[in-house]
C-alpha cells in the first residue's frame, strides 16, 4: 500500500523559512520522481517541483532560487526546503507519485506566511 505522509508546515512570517518532508512508503522509492503540488484557496493545484530518480530536477518559475528539492533514497523522504517565502507561498503542500501511471498524494500539509 503506497502512503505518502508529509509533515512540516505551519505560519512562517514573510522572508521566513520551512523544510517540509514528505516519507514514502509502499514504492521502491528510489525509483520514481518525486513531486511537491500546491493549492491555495480557491486556485487550481500547481506543480512546484520535482526531483527524478537520478536527481535532474525542476521548478516553477514562481520559487525558482528561493526553493530546493532534495531527496534522500535510504530515508524514502523527498524534502521541499522553503526560503525567503512570501504570503502568496501561502497554500497546502501535497506530495506526489505516480507509479505506472496511478498517482498517489499525501494528505497534505498547510504552509501559510504572514505577518
Known amino acids: 500500500q503506497v502512503q505518502l505522509v508529509e509533515s512540516g508546515g505551519g505560519l512562517v512570517q514573510p522572508g521566513g523559512s520551512l523544510r517540509l518532508s514528505c516519507a514514502a512508503s509502499?514504492?521502491?522509492?528510489?525509483?520514481?520522481?518525486m513531486s511537491w503540488y500546491r493549492q491555495a484557496p480557491g486556485e487550481q493545484r500547481e506543480l512546484v517541483a520535482f526531483?527524478?530518480?537520478?536527481?535532474?530536477?525542476n521548478y516553477a518559475d514562481s520559487v525558482k532560487g528561493r526553493f530546493t528539492i532534495l531527496r534522500d533514497n535510504a530515508k524514502t523522504t523527498v524534502y521541499l526546503q522553503m526560503n525567503s517565502l512570501k504570503p502568496e507561498d501561502t497554500a497546502v503542500y501535497y506530495c506526489?507519485?505516480?507509479?505506472?501511471?496511478?498517482?498517489?498524494w499525501g494528505q497534505g500539509t498547510q504552509v501559510t506566511v504572514s505577518s
Open positions: 509502499g514504492i521502491t522509492f528510489s525509483f520514481y520522481t
Open positions: 526531483i527524478s530518480s537520478v536527481a535532474s530536477i
Open positions: 506526489h507519485v505516480n507509479l505506472n501511471f496511478k498517482e498517489y
